[in-house]
């Protein structure tokens, strides 16, 4: 069984557009994570819930919208994308805050023509 | 200076030896600690997690902690060529927030 599930695996899309990417855990956490991991693969953490309670949001532009419908789910909305956009963002859950380790989804690769 | 710096790579050693990766990271009041091994074009993966000072050993594996140099390190013994890998260091703050270095490369060569 998957424990940290993403959809799309691939997106490919067009300057301008919106687009959105699912995540969900099976592992009864209550913490996820969405983060960029950019061409030099640095790996940044963009947001994070707890409960459906937004934790952290760092300096993400607000075309980035998180949703988090219960504590399995952890959406990714991204309007008015742009080329810099381009890189695999994975989704992480963890139980608690701060203190066990991250299980990571497959990530997303998504691709600004 | 970066929250969670590593030690530049890359870094190449022979089939059965010691490969040694450090991190040193700037907050003081961090608590957990932990190694993930990333295989190209896949997801981070938990290798260790140590949250007190001294050696924690696992295996090949061996983390050492010491908060009062804000330092941590993975030790890998008999490293075979699929160890091959970026190993990224990563520091919890109690406010949860994770902070990963720029990950250190390793090629284990047959």
């Known amino acids: 069984d998957t424990a940290v599930s993403q959809t799309p695996k691939y997106l490919v899309t067009q300057m301008g557009n919106d687009k959105s990417i699912k995540c969900e855990q099976n592992l009864g956490h209550d913490t996820m994570y969405w983060y960029k991991q950019d061409s030099k693969k640095f790996l940044k953490i963009m947001f994070s819930?707890?409960?459906?309670?937004?934790?952290i949001n760092e300096t993400v532009p607000n075309r980035f919208s998180p949703k988090s419908p219960d504590k399995a789910h952890l959406n990714l909305h991204i309007n008015s994308l742009e080329l810099g956009d381009s890189a695999v963002y994975f989704c992480?859950?963890?139980?608690?805050?701060?203190?066990?380790?991250?299980?990571f989804g497959d990530g997303t690769r998504l691709s600004i023509l | 200076q970066k929250e969670v710096e590593q030690n530049s790579g890359p870094l190449s050693v022979p089939e059965g030896a010691i490969a040694s990766l450090n991190c040193t990271y700037s907050?003081?009041?961090?608590?957990?600690f932990f190694w993930y091994r990333q295989y190209s074009g896949k997801s981070p993966e938990l290798i260790m997690s140590i949250y007190s000072n001294g050696d924690k050993e696992d295996g090949r594996f061996t983390a050492q902690l010491n908060k009062a140099s804000q330092y941590v390190s993975l030790l890998i013994r008999d490293s075979p060529p699929s160890d091959s890998a970026t190993y990224l260091c990563a520091v919890n703050s109690n406010a949860g927030k994770s902070t990963f270095g720029d990950g250190t490369t390793l090629t284990v060569k047959p």
């Open positions: 992480a859950s963890s139980q608690g805050i701060g203190i066990q380790p991250q299980h």
């Open positions: 819930y707890n409960n459906k309670e937004l934790i």
């Open positions: 907050d003081r009041g961090s608590q957990s």
